[in-house]
């Protein structure tokens, strides 16, 4: 039963993913940092992902401290196996319209054992979002192409899983907080 569970939530990720709908390109990428620097990393991260909680928030520290020097480029690659992933990522780029992206993506992974269905307007209301404009955001699915943009954006550079961090185009491994900050620094020119 559970495999047969899985199959139709990997069937079903994998035609909305395929493009059912509009494909608006013209979305908002959700980035921190200096649009000029000379140090550019592109994080592809799921919500309800483990390790992501760990290093996503670990990964925004390190750019917050290097403001002049680093961007980073958040992108959305829900896992089909994860049930709240999706409407999770969608959530995030509607709290980004009401300039809050950073702060609810943040609450989103502290919180991940508590996400259910009503997780995310929950969240919206603790963060003082205006609840009408979240609310249609969300219902009408308004971000769904902005999610499915980076998802296929991480497809298409063949990434292994999440979280995955490219770093100047090149895909790093993880080794920890303080050598993640020692190897950016030194890319900074």
Request: net charge negative; charged share 25%.
């Amino acid at each position: 039963m559970k495999n047969l569970q899985y199959l139709l939530s990997t069937l079903l990720l994998a035609f909305v993913l395929t493009g059912c709908g509009n494909t608006n390109t013209d979305t908002v990428i959700q980035t921190l940092g200096n649009e000029n620097a000379s140090v550019v990393i592109e994080e592809f991260s799921d919500i309800e992902c483990p390790a992501c909680s760990s290093i996503s928030p670990a990964v925004e520290e390190v750019v917050r401290r290097n403001l002049d020097d680093v961007k980073l480029i958040y992108r959305h690659f829900p896992l089909s196996y994860h049930e709240y992933a999706f409407i999770g990522a969608e959530a995030a780029e509607c709290a980004g319209d009401q300039g809050k992206f950073w702060e609810y993506l943040g609450a989103e992974f502290e919180n991940q054992k508590s996400i259910n269905d009503d997780f995310f307007y929950i969240l919206a209301e603790q963060l003082g979002l205006n609840q009408e404009l979240f609310k249609i955001c969300l219902d009408t699915h308004a971000k769904k192409d902005k999610v499915i943009n980076d998802y296929n954006e991480g497809r298409k550079r063949q990434i292994p899983g999440t979280p995955t961090l490219f770093v100047n185009g090149q895909m790093i491994k993880w080794g920890g907080v303080e050598s993640f900050e020692g190897y950016v620094k030194s890319l900074v020119k």
